[in-house]
């Protein structure tokens, strides 16, 4: 049921905190956090019914979560960047055991490489843009 309770109020706060940790940081999914938790299906629920009880002590984990996780992963950048980035190549590597279909057959290695090489070079542009902004 969505029976709302002081417990379950502050979990889903919890819940909501530990979901902006997972939007701010590549490679963790929101959906999968949610079904680890085992509110994934409630949270489907919720949404669906607008049901304010369950979605508003979310969204405000959410946000604490967001406002928190980001000022925290500012800090770290700032002062340590090398081991700041490292800790989020680390979570995109591990996402692609996830993710990764396959090495591609050889009538499609060609226009793999491609696309690889052309994402790289416009994430590379990209953050060119940024420095002179």
Known sequence: GLEMGLKETV???????AA???????GISVSYL????GIYDGMILALHGFHLPVLAPFGIGLLLGIFLSTKTLEHAMKHYPRPTYLMIFGFIL???AEIFPGVPEANQMLLCCVLAGAGFFAVRSLS???DTA
Request: aromatic share 8%.
């Open 11 to 17: 979990f889903l706060i919890i819940t909501g905190i």
């Open 20 to 26: 902006a940790v997972a939007l701010v940081l590549p």
């Open 34 to 37: 949610l079904l680890v938790f």
């Open 94 to 96: 591990a996402s692609l």
């Open 128 to 130: 060119g843009l940024e």
